[in-house]
């Protein structure tokens, strides 16, 4: 070993310390002062917080040199230098997010329909005023996946996109499937604990995940997605029953939100799936997020941790400030020039798993084998549990790879039969 | 909505072309050629590649216009912009790696024993000189942990770091765990498959993952450690049937390296442990990696993947290549200024798992109770699996949380009882 050589000590080399505006005082907002308040960093200032009715807002804790203000152009003719926008939904945060660029200020925001529908344009805004625009916290809350996929694994070439990107619907099937309760009583459930809003219909019909989805989708695959081209099914049609089914094929059943580019065609959907019980997305548990992304050297990665909430949530967004505070950019993240929405279908070709609720007479399954046979569609198995009235028999059919439309047609067809008590289920497999 | 704002498109922001050399023509630097060969990136030129008997090692895939040399001097006088550092082991990579830094070259390494034991010195050189050493390859492959550590979760304040870093020894312990076989069996079936090396005694000691868990260390919880101050205890000791009393305990056994620092105390240590059967760490299977983080706001987030090969350490390789190429510094991920080692202690308070073989005689338990009472150590169960002769009869005690070297020195006290078989093996109980 060499003599070790003489170097000067490093100095330190933080930036000036930025001043730092909060839109939108809400849990988010909230956390995201406190842990500026409790765990000062010397780069960053909290200087401004903003909310409607903000005197009903402010807390104790705060510096006293923090000004509450109710007027946007508070902050917009501030000398802060961060915004923090928390505020969710596309107005008035669109409109204040693209005046705060053009007044030279960098935003960090956590809001996923803003950037799914917004964020090419204001990522060129923020490239164009020489400033950064950082959404970290828009996908997964405190999982820094997004830094991870464009970064991280920038030396790779990702082909496709998996995840548990909503903890509400997450939390509703894990509690199906251990506790052997209903959706409703599930879902009933996650609102007394406030897991679920008074109104969950964008969490459980899938236009919540959809937008994450196509944050990641433009960030991993690099290639343009809007949230409403996802093909999105609802997680209502899942029953008890189903998860009792599911474990008899060593499978589980979760919302997975999932996507795959092979250059050309985009496919990417939404909805509730069998999933082996081994992989990484039946594993997480609860209000828990989880993405994996898959790569043509490096295989599989998976991220995985608290996809919501204020304490996770704030930890992405101050994550984000330290990186602006740095004059790290992520311009990349959001491709301006050639990400423009290509066409995406939901069109997976998948085994899968069909439920049917009949009115039992013999010869059943040979006519539904001879429809879906008439469409090229093999059945892999019959599974029946005992214990049921022949009046209304439910049994479960797997197939083979088959495309997710030609056994949706197929499915339409055979909704006139005289046996079905119900309209037949279906959900994709995913091994 | 209001009308968008006429924006100039964007131009491409891509730096200049820097030139690339490899230093190391094995598993990972082969990779790492492959991808630039086969999946180029405008930003990185593949011209140098340095191996001894260099002709030897010539492919047909690669440019015409790479200079092949054995000649480390070609490379360090060459016009070579960032320097790809394979080789392995301290030396000669320190020395070729501070040369290349003083001579203006950014550093990629793959090195974590260099990482570990000079990364401070190292990282301290490289700002001194402009340049950047980046080393994200160095832990867990391609799972872009160290980037996600040190700016996805800079926001937070991490308390804790445990994962499975060694592939080798996952491999050898998920295979004892599902086909039954012995430690030398699964050995060297990790042998014949590639998994595991003619001499795995550093991946079996704990010594390969030592080195990791003090770069992840120094990373993530922001203070120094060499790899010799982490306690490391071989897995060597694990036998078939602990698995058997682990899936009692709803439990299996893996490898574990693990760090807590609460701001004074630095505890870390790479042993077998048992783990939940749902954890993180339990249902990472064969050859992967998993890291866990603990962070004070943002709980557990969980990074997983393939953490060894030529392809996914390639890969990372070749994103610290593009970060370095955009000129992005990661200068802060071994802060030299306050990070020097401070000691470790391997003495965490857990509950612990104790496998005991006796020559069997009424009163045994009552003794071992006895003299664990003495110490203050609680005993939680006793389990005895039933098929086993008198002359040598295994049984697992369960104890309560108590530090692991109170345990020791008792188990070392009790390690002279006639009614030993052999000396007792305990597991620490990670819940």
Redesign the interface.
Known sequence: ??T??K????R??APLTQNVAILGFGTVGR?VAE?LSY?PDSRLRLTHIFNRNVDSKRVSWASDEILWTEKIDDILDSDADLIVETIGG??PA??WV?KALLKGKSVVTANKQLIAQRGR?LT??A??TGQQLLF?ASVAG???VL??LQ???????LVGISGILNGTCNYILTRMEQAGVSFGAALAEAQQFGYAEADPSADVNGDDAAAKLAILVQVALKVGLTPNAVRTTPVTDVDSIDFQYAKDLGCTIRQVSRAQFDGRKLFSSVEPALVPR?S?LA?V?GNQNVVVAS????????????GAGG??T??????????AAHG?TH?GWLV??DSRPIRSTGDFTTPHYVRFVVKDRPGIIAEIAALLGARGINIDAVLQKSGFTKSALPFVITLEPCGASVLRETLDDLSRAEFLVKPPVTFPILR
């Open positions: 070993m060499s070790q050589p170097l000067e000590l490093v330190d080399v956390s842990i765990s596309l107005e669109y409109e693209r344009e060129r805004l490239f164009d970290g405190g999982v820094p830094l991870a970064e991280g694994l920038a030396g790779d070439r081994e990484s594993q548990q790569g043509k050297y490096g295989g599989n990665t998976a991220f995985s941790g608290s304490h996770p704030a930890v992405a967004v101050i994550s984000d400030l330290i990186a790290r311009q301006p020039g």
